[in-house]
Antibody, heavy 121, light 113 residues
Framework: EVQLLESGGGLVQPGGSLRLSCAAS????????MTWVRQAPGKGLEWVSA????????YYADSVKGRFTISRDNSKDTLYLQMNSLRPDDTAVYSC??????????????WGQGTMVTVSS | DIVMTQSPDSLAVSLGERATINCKSS????????????LGWYQQKPGQPPKLLIY???LRESGVPDRFSGSGSGTDFTLTISSLQAEDVAVYYC?????????FGQGTKVEIK
């Protein structure tokens, strides 16, 4: 069964850091682009960052550029999101999603359940 | 950035009736070299992650009931639920994946009348 499982969320003070992980199973992880999408409470979906399949090219939303870093460890079938200088408006459920191809320009066909990140003092 | 605008924001449809959701992009998401529209539709039920329904604007994802269909090209797209079922109550989002940043519409909430 194809599955994505996020972890690493929690409560952090403004200016703090968190690292999210997304463990993948059931597919050839290295062959597909992976994406982080967030959803603030009661709000819509916001694309955050993506990393292509084998090439590992990375992309970021302007709102997180310079603060967040996406990476992947294909030997561990795991996607990461390092989040620094967190702000209250980063509060959201963060979900990882698998692209339908190795390119980041693709629909997202498998989603994890998400992990909650709360930035508050 | 490409802005995706959905209409309506919400709609209530009787069971068995047709539901239609529109999505308009601020610029074309049709890639001329392969004639593909870089547009997807997702369904999100309360407490669940989004589920891909349609990709390339009109191709149904595996396992998605055939009452769901997508159409349109360029900047104007439509998701149609031909005969609304109780389990279709959800928020529906369109998304363009033509250019970075990938962007979503604001969502359309579908309820039973």
């Amino acid at each position: 069964e194809v599955q994505l499982l996020e972890s690493g969320g929690g409560l952090v003070q403004p200016g703090g850091s968190l690292r999210l992980s997304c463990a993948a199973s059931g597919f050839t992880f290295s062959s597909y682009a992976m994406t982080w999408v967030r959803q603030a409470p009661g709000k819509g979906l916001e694309w955050v960052s993506a990393i292509s399949g084998p090439s590992g090219n990375t992309y970021y939303a302007d709102s997180v550029k310079g603060r967040f870093t996406i990476s992947r460890d294909n030997s561990k079938d795991t996607l990461y999101l390092q989040m620094n200088s967190l702000r209250p408006d980063d509060t959201a459920v963060y979900s990882c999603a698998k692209g339908r191809s190795s390119s980041s320009y693709a629909a997202l066909d498998i989603w994890g359940q998400g992990t909650m990140v709360t930035v508050s003092s | 950035d490409i802005v995706m605008t959905q209409s309506p924001d919400s709609l209530a449809v009787s069971l068995g009736e047709r539901a239609t959701i529109n999505c308009k992009s601020s610029q074309s998401v049709l890639y001329s070299s392969n004639n593909n529209n870089y547009l997807g539709w997702y369904q999100q039920k309360p407490g669940q992650p989004p589920k891909l329904l349609i990709y390339w604007a009109s191709l149904r994802e595996s396992g998605v009931p055939d009452r769901f269909s997508g159409s349109g090209s360029g900047t104007d797209f439509t998701l149609t639920i031909s005969s609304l079922q109780a389990e279709d109550v959800a928020v529906y989002y369109c998304q363009q994946y033509y250019t970075i940043p990938l962007t979503f519409g604001q969502g359309t909430k579908v309820e039973i009348k």
